[in-house]
């Protein structure tokens, strides 16, 4: 059997499989089908054949040729034969992509136990219930028959499920892989030699659960964890669009890191971040918080309509909120009502209100003495910009004949603020930008570069300080108005801020601001919030969420694959008090996250997919946390937590791919060896090692990361600069640290790298690749003088050559790249 076809046939025994053994939900199930696939044409509005299928009712009722649906009896219900596209026939629906194998058994399976559907059902889906917009309820644990496997509540679960497809779980991994699998997980470095060793020889119960509490208290936690809500935050270093100027906001970065180590309640972080600055007498980290809002891309364009922009910018918010902590695609309803989910374009307007009242400052980290310092400096020089057009009333003009000699390609070199006072006529200029210009005129003037001198050492004696990008509430609100067909020129009905029906209401007046939308995604009376996290939490760990959508909990998102799981999950969370820590520990501690990966036939052939978690999957390492395995491995890693942005070599050319060429020079001494989460990132030119490695392009909120294999992977590693770096460093740390016995050399590489010891058979092959290396650098050697000090640098560089090229294999292996 070919291999796409046992996948297709396995996926259908696995969905005819599921439905036998439990009844079909019609909400769940069955409705979200019919709503994808044939509403359009047979929905309330001029029904086909008078036929409507957005009710069960409906359905069974039937159009022009009778009933669609005939409960018990799928093999005669005309709805299955116009899916199925049975004898003459045409198959439906006509213009769209047919049903697939398991959908249609789904439609079977809920004819075949009867049809039912709740009664009293509406085709108006804002009154429609969805197993997502229905409040968490703490499940008892199932009773399972095997009370041998796991403690945790979350086996109990996993088991039972299993129990009902027959299939049992895989045993627990080696102690190696464990160790491995648990500290890629929880702080994206692997773990030293030593280390392995120690959790090898510890016969204590809990020496599983020691390491995991070691590597939770690790400040490497954080930035392993701050990775996966930067993608969801679209944190990037540039601004983006066709200018794409750095922007400085690494500050909200470190806040993240900070905030995941000290296990802030996630309640609390999203209330930072949606709206810290509205606190009472908000801190200064607080205000940074809100960053979170800021890194939405910046046109910069010259000639832009800058509402427009701000409008767009006020739009990302509100999908990334939206994605981020409700798990819901609104930004559908920007134009017209949500076409499946329960959400009204006035609503989306309602919920756009809560962001269209900030203002986009930046601010400084400075003491008040520091900033006392910067404007006694400042008052100089405003006191030289006086006596310098007191002297030379005709400044200004001669100011404005240079400006016109000035080529666009010299404008657009300039730092940013005196870009920007260029894109301004003269007189419209704020006082900042003319003396910039001015101050640009006597460095470039041969008779007036004494005064340059004077004004420029002035400047060079200004404190700077760091800063960061923040949103502050506006003193005097916006009026919101709905959009047009989305067009923010066409205003429709003024709307005040709100959240949609279908959720649970908003406590409070009629003035809603940010801080009532940040309390009420955490209210525990949300449903979604606290279920959307932990599912998020949970494809972190299995490479797939309980439910597969996990950017969808909307009518057309996937059903949970373990419902009761989720939710206690969900009410767990919140009952221990939003706390994120725990659920890890909860989660990597249980024997279902410490199975076996290795691959099983029975299982592959229920459950292809890994829904039914009856054994681990075998992950791609994401882009960053393989660059830091490689530093790890190699030696080289800093481990400095926090701080700018670093520049780690990347190839030639790669910045003149934009409209802007930029200079990357790469970083030195330790800055040139930070984690991957510290690499600055370019929107329009990001760096190569990430990109290709499916790092996220940091426009909009990415939920989860694909992972592509691609032959660009493979020659990334092997011929970067910085891969080259790293095998190089490997291989000094190879003839420093081992004796200098070969295969002690090589058992030492396997277990910096793979934390295993390699196999007879890897060493074999190591051992012939080491002699023909080191046979190409002798005969280097052999040509020079016999005795002489080039020889024995030359004999001294082969070796290392030859260990490099050994080094550059094994972190080329997919096992490298690969969490097991």
Known sequence: MKPMLACLVGLFVCSRSLFASEPVDYLRDVKPILTKHCVSCHGATKPRAGLRLDTAEAAMRGGDGGPAVIAGKSAESPLIDAVVGEGERERM???RSPLTDPQIAVLKAWIDQGAHAPKGETPDPVRAKHWAFEPPVRPDLPEVARNDWGQNPIDRFILSRLEREALQPSPEADRVTLIRRVSLDLTGLLPTPEEVDAFVADA???AYERIVDRLLASPHFGERWARPWLDLARYADSNGYSIDAPRTIWKYRDWVIEALNRDMPFDQFTIDQIAGDLRSEATLEQKVATGFHRNTPINQEGGIDLEQFRIESVVDRVATTATTFLGLTMGCAQCHDHKFDPISQREYYQFFAFFN???????????????????????RIASF???????????PGKVKAWEATLGQAFKTSQPDEIKAAFDKPFEKRTETQKRGVTELF????ESSKALYGEVAALR???PKFETTLVVRERAEPRETYIHLGGDFTRKGERVASGVPNVLPGLAGSEARNRMDLARWLVDPANPLTARVTMNRL???YFGIGLVETENDFGTQGTPPSHPELLDWLATEFVGGGWSLKPMHRRIVTSMAYRQSSKARADVDAVDPGHRLIARQTRLRLDAEVIRDAALSASGLLSRQVGGPSVFPPQPDGVMTQGQMNRVWKPSRGPDRYRRGLYTFFWRATPHPSLIVFDAPNAVQACTRRVRSNTPLQALMLLNDQASFEFAQALATRLLRDAPSNELERIDLAFRLCLSRQPTAGEQQRLQTLLVKERGEGESVANRLAPGTPDRTRARSAAELSAWTTL??????LDEFITRE
């Open 538 to 540: 949970w494809q972190a």
């Open 204 to 206: 204590r119960p809990d």
């Open 442 to 445: 006597l460095a470039q003037d």
């Open 460 to 462: 060079g004696s200004e």
């Open 385 to 395: 910009h006086k006596k310098l057009a007191a002297s030379d009333s005709d400044l």
């Open 357 to 379: 009242n900030v203002d986009e400052p930046q601010i400084e980290f400075a003491t008040p003495q520091q900033l006392a310092s910067r404007q006694a400096v400042r008052s």
């Open 807 to 812: 080094a550059r294999v094994l972190l080329n």
């Open 93 to 95: 629906p006509l213009k």
